[in-house]
T-cell receptor, first 114, second 110 residues
Framework: DTGVSQDPRHKITKRGQNVTFRCDPI?????LYWYRQTLGQGPEFLTY????????KSRLLSDRFSAERPKGSFSTLEIQRTEQGDSAMYLC????????????FGSGTQLSVL | RKEVEQDPGPFNVPEGATVAFNCTYS??????FFWYRQDCRKEPKLLMS???SGNEDGRFTAQLNRASQYISLLIRDSKLSDSATYLC???????????FGTGTSLTVIP
């Protein structure tokens, strides 16, 4: 499968715990994005990388959130001290930079904070 | 003000009907435009890009009006399988961010 893959598909955690999600982009894509989506809303931008550099971060991304893309390939998104309001679908997308850039999404990680 | 605004619907239409969705965007620096389709509990999937000249893909037609800053999607001869949420997406040059609308829900009824 050469699409974007995310792991895990589902995560249930207790409030206050740390969680980490992984995203493997399409291999030739140099850009990787993280979005968050709640029921009835469109995806909200969190952050994006070009290769290993994190170029933009949303104001939505509090200090409890951190993302890395150490070798310019896979990325991880960590949420520390989870809160119930963090419950959402976390979507990863990758793209090839250029004038015809388009996003291709993974299946997402559904986070439930109890 | 949101970057992208869509009527959330829901739109409930009979099979075979023609349905149109509109979307407005606020940033004139927007450079590229898309419609994505999202099925329940699934990831968004690219339906089509939207070009200034308008473009068609089978039963789907997309239009862009830069002067009025709106984008449209027309679906002809609706099928049951078209039932989904349709997301309007705009890419803004500054910060290279893709902004999504809240989506428009479509249900095609037999």
């Amino acid at each position: 499968d050469t699409g974007v893959s995310q792991d895990p598909r589902h995560k249930i955690t207790k409030r206050g715990q740390n969680v980490t999600f992984r995203c493997d982009p399409i291999s030739e894509h140099n850009r990787l994005y993280w979005y968050r989506q709640t029921l009835g809303q469109g995806p909200e931008f969190l952050t994006y990388f070009q290769n290993e550099a994190q170029l933009e971060k949303s104001r939505l991304l509090s200090d409890r959130f951190s993302a890395e893309r150490p070798k310019g390939s896979f990325s991880t998104l960590e949420i520390q001290r989870t809160e119930q309001g963090d419950s959402a679908m976390y979507l990863c997308a990758s793209s090839l930079a250029g004038t015809a850039e388009k996003l291709f999404f993974g299946s997402g990680t559904q986070l439930s904070v109890l | 003000r949101k970057e992208v605004e869509q009527d959330p619907g829901p739109f409930n239409v009979p099979e075979g009907a023609t349905v149109a969705f509109n979307c407005t965007y606020s940033n004139s620096a927007s450079q590229s435009f898309f419609w994505y389709r999202q099925d329940c509990r699934k990831e968004p999937k690219l339906l089509m890009s939207v070009y200034s000249s308008g473009n068609e893909d089978g039963r789907f037609t997309a239009q862009l009006n830069r002067a009025s800053q709106y984008i449209s999607l027309l679906i002809r001869d609706s099928k049951l399988s078209d039932s989904a949420t349709y997301l309007c997406v705009v890419n803004i040059i500054t910060g290279n961010q893709f902004y999504f609308g809240t989506g428009t829900s479509l249900t095609v009824i037999p």
